[in-house]
């Protein structure tokens, strides 16, 4: 990371802690919920398939910008499924930098190669071993594999989602950070229930054995880009929601922390890691901060 970059960030976080201001800091753009898979914990891909044009993705990233956002992800559905004409996922990464964005992100299901050496990070959804992958995402794993292995860019981040499914394939998607020379890091959540995937959500006891798997592999060197701090609220869900410094864009509709905001007591079952970590941090808890400060420098 920068250190203006570093600077301007640490400012928005000591203006945020010590006003209790709620400006957004992070923001994500939906290019589409088109996706060429059919994920069994997924609710939100081919409602619409409509692959939203350059000029709105364009005035949404203005208006992201304008509102104070320096971190930006686009996610889809698919994201490397986005083109308008001439425009592919690279000129939008490209665009978003000439804008000013600090951090740009791109979240994807890595079936698609990967040569996007602007993003920051590419966040590469990874669901376990290659039984319980496959098991959840179709037969994709090996694709996958063989995707990440000829990237032209080291800035893979492992994206898992732990549910019933994948629960005991934690250390599997760790190990496979480590190894992988591409991967830069692994990124966790708990499977947050939208009303048709509710049997994959966890209970409270598998939530604790899965931090407790993640903690022993962060002991072993897996480079996990999750702040250890943050697991106790996210085993008991007793973190503040939603998290006010990050908003979404779709289709021009503008949500505060996510979509699932809009899913009535699905705030009460969140279970993105990140929104833990963020809210936990722009309230002031120093152990998040010092932890967040260290994983930040060492990942982007």
Request: hydrophobic share 40%; with cysteine.
């Amino acid at each position: 990371m920068k250190l203006s970059s570093f600077v301007h960030l640490a400012c928005f976080g000591v203006k945020t802690i010590l006003f209790r201001r709620a400006d957004p800091i992070l923001g994500t753009i939906i290019l589409t919920d088109k996706c060429n898979l059919n994920c069994k914990h997924c609710s939100v891909n081919n409602i619409t398939a409509v692959i939203h044009p350059y000029r709105q993705i364009r005035e949404e990233m203005s208006r992201l910008y304008e509102m104070g956002v320096r971190i930006l992800f686009f996610c889809g559905g698919e994201t490397f499924l986005w083109r308008d004409g001439e425009k592919g996922l690279r000129e939008l990464v490209v665009e978003a930098r000439a804008l000013g964005f600090l951090i740009v992100n791109v979240v994807t299901n890595g079936t698609f190669p990967l040569d996007l050496p602007e993003a920051d990070l590419i966040l590469l959804s990874l669901d376990g071993d290659r039984e319980r992958h496959n098991a959840i995402r179709g037969d994709t794993y090996d694709l996958i594999l063989e995707n990440i292995r000829n990237a032209s860019s080291g800035n893979i981040c492992l994206y898992m989602a732990i549910n019933r499914i994948n629960k005991n394939a934690v250390r599997d998607v760790c190990l496979t950070a480590k190894e992988e020379p591409n991967v830069r890091a692994v990124s966790f959540n708990f499977h947050t229930p939208y009303p048709d995937t509710e049997e994959l959500a966890l209970s409270r006891e598998e939530k604790a054995r899965c931090c407790a798997v993640i903690t022993q592999m962060m002991e072993e060197g897996a480079p996990v880009f999750n702040l250890k701090s943050a697991f106790p609220y996210l085993i008991d869900n007793r973190f503040p929601t939603p998290c006010r410094q990050c908003v979404v864009m779709e289709d021009g509709r503008l949500s505060v922390c996510g979509r699932c905001v809009h899913v009535p007591g699905l705030c009460e079952r969140c279970g993105y890691f990140f929104v833990a970590e963020y809210t936990l941090l722009f309230r002031g808890n120093v152990r998040i901060i010092r932890e967040m400060l260290r994983t930040y420098l060492n990942y982007i």
